[in-house]
Each structure stands twice: as C-alpha cells, then as structure tokens.
Nanobody
Framework: QVQLVESGGGLVQPGGSLRLSCAASRIIFSIYPMGWFRQAPGKQRELVARITSGSTTDYADSVKGRFTISRDNAKKMVYLQMNSLKLEDTAVYYC?????????WGQGTQVTVSA
C-alpha cells in the first residue's frame, strides 16, 4: 500500500513563505508524476501543482510565479515551496500520486495564512 506523509504546514502571515514536504514509501517513486492539491473549507479539492517523472512542472494559474514544486527521487520526496502567500492560500494541502487509475493521498497538512 502506497504511503504519502505530508509535513511543513503552519501559520504564516500574508507575504510569508512555507515549504511543504511529502515523503513517499512503498512505491517506485521515480517513475510516477506527483501532485500537490489543496482543499479550503467549503470548497472542492483543487490541483495546485504537479511534476512529471522527468521533472516537467505545471501549476494552477492562482499560484504561478509564487509556488515551486520539486522532487528528489533518491529520497522519494516531493516539495512545494510557497512564497508570497495570500489569505486565499489557506487550505489543507495534500500530496497525491495516481497508480493504475487509483489515487493515493496523504493525510494532509494545514496551511493557514492570516494577519
């Protein structure tokens, strides 16, 4: 069973930065695209960023230029560097991988942007 464990969330002021980490296990990590999603209260879960096995990246328009996704295949880690955080970035952030049409999720990490 694939396991994904997120960390790095917290409380930050607008304009601040956070770096989220996701540790993957029980998976041939290097061959799979990875993604970060988020879900704010009362809203649907949405894609924030994704990275292919070859490290090609894609971002939601709302985070382009502020967030950076990266991966370390040797460590089986995927990261989300979040800069210039805004109030509307407040959400639970989830790491995701899709294997054979099945989505796997971590438990999520809370990011709260507040003055």
């Amino acid at each position: 069973q694939v396991q994904l464990v997120e960390s790095g969330g917290g409380l930050v002021q607008p304009g601040g930065s956070l770096r989220l980490s996701c540790a993957a296990s029980r998976i041939i990590f290097s061959i799979y695209p990875m993604g970060w999603f988020r879900q704010a209260p009362g809203k649907q879960r949405e894609l924030v960023a994704r990275i292919t096995s070859g490290s090609t990246t894609d971002y939601a328009d709302s985070v382009k230029g502020r967030f950076t996704i990266s991966r370390d295949n040797a460590k089986k880690m995927v990261y989300l560097q979040m800069n210039s955080l805004k109030l509307e970035d407040t959400a639970v952030y989830y790491c995701n991988v899709r294997l054979q049409s099945q989505d796997y999720w971590g438990q999520g990490t809370q990011v709260t942007v507040s003055a």
